[in-house]
Nanobody, 126 residues
Framework: QVQLVESGGGSVQAGGSLRLSCAAS????????MGWFRQAPGKQRQGVAG????????YYVDSVKGRFTISRDSAKSTVYLQMNSLKPEDTATYFC???????????????????WGQGTQVTVSS
């Protein structure tokens, strides 16, 4: 069955860095766009970054542009989110997701994704 397993979350101080990983299995990884989303308590799930199936196009929410980088390794069926200059407002549970036939800013909209991981917690203290 399809599995997306996130790792790499943790607690850091403001200004620090974390690298999230999401290992995919159970489907044709190369045929799917991948995205990272986050959800803080009491808030809606927010698209953070997305990457096209071929890895040639990336998309970011404005609040993380210049600080976060999404990438994918097809050989390892893994997508990464490098997070630098972390801020307390980045604190949330981070989820990776896989979706097909996404274009443009659809990569940042959770309704267009088919498969989801269980999430990993990121806590940034001031």
């Amino acid at each position: 069955q399809v599995q997306l397993v996130e790792s790499g979350g943790g607690s850091v101080q403001a200004g620090g860095s974390l690298r999230l990983s999401c290992a995919a299995s159970g489907y044709t990884y190369s045929g799917y766009s991948m995205g990272w989303f986050r959800q803080a308590p009491g808030k809606q799930r927010q698209g953070v970054a997305g990457i096209s199936s071929g890895g040639t196009s990336t998309y970011y929410v404005d609040s993380v542009k210049g600080r976060f980088t999404i990438s994918r390794d097809s050989a390892k069926s893994t997508v990464y989110l490098q997070m630098n200059s972390l801020k307390p407002e980045d604190t949330a549970t981070y989820f990776c997701a896989a979706g097909q036939r996404l274009t443009g800013t659809w990569h940042l909209k959770p309704n267009y994704y088919n498969y989801w991981g269980q999430g990993t917690q990121v806590t940034v203290s001031s």
